[in-house]
């Protein structure tokens, strides 16, 4: 069967382990030789070390991988072999996880809105969880009342994220009582609750307020005598450090595990991380293509920019922690732009820098979320190779 991963690059390299073994920067000048630029060192080590990190955090919460920012067959299966679950939302992330060896038990499908055609996909993956927030969706699965279970997405609004996850997707508590009722006379297992706060997150007390509307919201279901709510499932939206500090995930997860003590514990609680997991390990490597003096400033034009790696800048609104390769030498007010024709494609318009020669090397960190997955070809420069570093053998 062949996958689909029309937001990837074409190409996916898996490098030697001598390459594995290098110190950073030699790395990062090894790919670029061997691979061109850009490029981008997708290293698995921090996959795992990012996996562990808030397995030990948030212990009571199974975390589903959200594929969403990150979706590589490399990241599946470096964390398959963590032991996470994974949650999906459309059929290109079915098939991803499908063609690495995930069974469908592990999974959860978390897109709020989908079409007959999509639900018949995950099912037939064996996926069986499925997200809605209204009853137009709750009424599409009256036919498959016997397979699926669903999570009902309450929504809390958040502007101070970088994503607000709730404008777009998610009800009421009373939305949610009156969904839960009218599933009950349709037949339609309600499993539980779920939510997202928002991605990068810099607050935990959102999710405490979530948590807390969740279980008001568990106590009325059995109140009213419906069959008892089972899973909360907090969402992602756990923050990473870019530029602005961010609490340690042990210290943010201090209040979380908190309010979730106050539920039974024969509650199953979930997360679904996506950004915490893979953006610190994607370090980005472009070229410098050409320069001009312009208004006292150099710019520097690199073969990666907005609409390729860099393409977070926009969609996200992430800012990435950029720097020369080689920091030498005395620093100049710089600016750094992509390759393409358009004037928006400008990465940085204020960066001290060394001076740089054509061919020089700029790098981006923590580019692992909502980069390449959202990245295009427009004016045909091509996206960056992914390099994987310390990539899992294939066997388990
Ligand atoms: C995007 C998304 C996630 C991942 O969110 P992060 O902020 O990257 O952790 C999780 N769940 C759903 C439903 C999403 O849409």
Known sequence: MSVILPNLPAASVRV???????????????AAAL?????MLLDCDVIRSQYRALRQALPEAAAHFALKPLPHPAVVKTLLQEGANFDLATNGEVDLVRAAGVSGKRTIHTHPIKR???????????CTVFVIDNF??????SKYRDQAELLIRLSFRNADAYSDLSKKFGCSPDGALELIQQAYQLGIRIKGLSFHVGSQTADPQKYVTAIQTCGDVFRRVSELGLPKLSTLDIGGGFPV??????????EFCVPIRQALAEFPE?????SEPGRFIVAPAIISVASVMGQAERDGKTWYYLDDGLYGSYSGMIYDHAV?????????????PSVLAGPTCDSIDVISEDIMLPKLKNGDLVIGRMMGAYTA???????????????VLNEPSDLL
């Not at 450090?241 to 042990?250: A, P, R, T």
């Open 136 to 141: 137009n969706e709750l009424e599409k699965f």
């Open 241 to 250: 450090h870019y530029i602005d500090k961010v609490m340690s995930i042990g």
């Open 16 to 30: 030697s382990e001598i390459v594995n073994k290098l110190p950073e920067r030699e790395q990062i000048e090894s």
């Open 266 to 270: 024969s509650v199953d609680v979930i």
């Open 116 to 126: 007959d055609s999509d639900i018949r996909h995950a099912l037939e993956y064996g």
């Open 373 to 387: 997955a959202s990245a295009s070809e427009f004016n045909f420069f091509p996206k960056a190779k992914i390099v």
């Open 320 to 332: 990435y922690p950029v720097e020369a390769l080689h920091t030498e030498g005395e620093l100049y």
């Open 35 to 39: 691979h061109g630029t850009p490029v």
